[in-house]
């Protein structure tokens, strides 16, 4: 274990700042020769490269192998790389999107994934990955809501606390763990009108009690690196923002980990208009703490002069550097600076078996039964199947942030029937494309005429793979193209019709929803979606997801969430068409998302037969407890996600109509009744309240169960 301190001193000012510094693979693929590649733009002479900290975004253990030997014989002092890459869904096995994640309401399923998508990415010499991304999101516009768990706090909190333990492990140096970086602090994804990277404009109470908690929740699970967000937030672009990054995220929460900047975003304060050159944003942005800066060269350019000058002190400078340093000997570098990266291993974990196995059942847990009017699951004794759409037999459904996920290697839904019934005759049309401005229906027809001779119809559907993610936002979130028409012609001539649908984000399906009697929503599921979706259909497997993001069912809703204030005129009847005058009503829509969160449906019967609080008081340090009847009204085994709901009824601030303040996914055997415990405590019902404080103030509560805006049951308690 070398002696990091003595290390530290050796090295020259331009050595420590080259540990600050971050450049993507193409970089160091570029011999320097071309004027305009990407080591011009960076003014990187040789020497400069040989300094370099860390990489961004190698593909393979060779590659890493390769650039880390180099450099390990032109660095004087042998400090070895760090390689660093956005593992957010999968490595090479692609499981399901964040926010089909969020749907399962299983951080063990979704731990589960992340250790394994962690031992794909360090066989390929990863040590790092932007994961996870735990932006709270209310509006589907906005493309990156694939990347978030969705609108609640408290999952966003568990889903992010588990990935950060599950990718990092217990031992940062057993190899077949990497370092985790939470990211968009903060408040990325309150974006106004959902366009990526717009203006953040939060009252504090917003902030604290919906934005910041999941991140507070990975920084408590020890997470070992942070990403500030592209975003200003109140006026301030996270990486120059002092309040956030050292007022909240270091005196308040304690973080004392690494920080580096998103892409570019340092240079980026001048784009902002809160620095006038980069030798101020390169300041400014090292004085709130950020330690590595990724893809510009504020710090390459200026730290040295700003420390000569003494804006900067050394000693803040050999901070930074030390934590870089600490995370390498962590991760076990300086003895092995390969980390047992290896071809061999990527091979044989690679899309392995086992990986395969836990992708289809996390693609099965992230789906979400969105309508079923008996038409579902099909029986297995059809003849043959018709399975219709842009989405049928379509490879293109990863999601942009697949790593190094192949198309070549998904199961598509053709390919999933073909597997799943081997016996049945199955037919297959486009009929049409998925992109907004698609407007050919010549393969209707065609569509039309095997959804006739069918014993059931599949109808796969969706948004192209790049219509969500960094930079994909959309004005208008229904069905692309054609599709919602497709669906209605074919639901005409076949009534055993099921969609099933490919996408990023909650779309809007109130047309489709009329058309077809079965929704079932995929997301991009992952390689192995084709074969989930085939189990889901079939009843081999029983859809168990909840919405995770409430569906609209206009864009113009855009923002809907469900913990969202009651006004002072509150819309009483939710029926379409009505004109409802005078209160906080649409003229043309109802309030309600089509969707809300929290719901989904099962092919078992869950039967919600009473809910009981344990007092009907509680003292302020004490605990009562909600139990929950739940009966399974079938012969089917099924799983139900048991959403406990409080509202605060009277409260110096308006408070939210409701909210989430536990869940738990219970399995039921056939015709089983089980009783589910939840324990409420004080902590549970606290808000951040005027005087800037997480307060509970006592009074009336009332706790529901059922899912949001469809309670089932309802009982209050006093708070002493
Ligand atoms: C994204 C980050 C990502 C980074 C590195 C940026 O554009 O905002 O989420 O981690 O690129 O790929």
Known sequence: MPDLRKLLDKMTIEEKIGQLMQFSSDVFADDGADVTGPRAQYQLTEEDMARVGSILG???????????????????????????????????????????????????????????????????????????????????????????????PLLNSRMGAAQVKAFQGEDLRDREHIASCVKHFAAYGGAEAGRDYNTVDLSEHTLREFYLPAYKACVDAGVKMLMPSFNSLNGIPSTGNQWLMKKILREEWGYDGLVISDWGAISELLKHGIAADERQAARMAFDCGCHIEMCSNAYHLHLEELIEEGAIS?????????????????????????????????????????????????????????????????????????????????????????????????????????????QVEILCAKGCGAEWNDSDDSGFAEAIEIAKKADAVVLCLGEPDDYAGEGNCRTDISLPGLQNRLAKEIAAVNSNTAAVLFNG?????????????????????????????????????????????????????????????????????????????YNSGYLDCGNLPLYPFGHGLSYSNFIYEDLTLSADSMESDGAIQAKITIYNDSDRAGKEVVQLYMRDLVASMVRPVQQLIDFKKVEFAPYERKEITFEIREPMLRFWNWDQKFISEPGEFQISTGCADHLLHTQTFELK
Request: net charge negative.
């Open 58 to 152: 190698t593909n393979s253990a060779e590659t890493v192998i390769k650039l880390q030997k180099e450099h390990l014989e032109k660095d004087r002092n042998k400090i070895p790389l760090l390689f660093m890459r956005d593992v957010i869904y999968g490595y090479r096995t692609n499981f399901p999107i964040p926010l089909g994640f969020g749907c399962s309401f299983d951080p063990a399923l979704v731990a589960e994934c992340s250790e394994m998508a962690a031992k794909e990415a360090a066989a390929s010499g990863i040590h790092v990955t932007f994961t996870p991304m735990v932006d709270y999101v209310r509006d589907a516009r906005w493309g990156r809501v694939m990347e978030s768990c969705g609108e609640e």
């Open 314 to 422: 050394e000693e803040q400078l050999d901070d930074a550097v030390m934590k870089v340093l600490e995370l390498k000997e962590e991760l076990g570098l300086f003895e092995d600076p390969f980390r047992g990266a290896s071809s061999e291993k990527e091979q044989a974990l690679f899309m392995s078996e086992a990986h395969r196995a836990i992708a289809k059942k996390a693609a099965a847990e992230s789906a979400v039964l969105l309508k079923n009017e008996g038409v579902l699951p099909f029986s297995e004794e059809i003849k043959r199947i018709a399975l219709i759409g842009p989405f049928a037999d379509e490879k293109k459904a990863l999601g942009i942030w697949k790593c190094n996920g192949q198309y070549d290697e998904v199961t598509t839904v053709r390919e999933g029937f073909a597997a799943a019934l081997p």
């Open 505 to 581: 984000r909650p779309l809007v399906l109130s047309r489709l929803a009329e058309a077809v009697p079965a929704i079932l929503e995929l997301w991009y599921p992952g390689n192995e979606g084709g074969h989930a979706a085939a189990d889901l259909l079939l009843g081999r497997a029983n859809p168990c997801g909840k919405v995770s993001m409430s569906f609209p069912k206009a864009t113009g809703q855009c923002p809907i969430y469900y913990n969202r204030n009651n006004t002072g005129r509150p819309k009483k009847v939710e029926k379409e068409g009505i004109r409802t005058r």
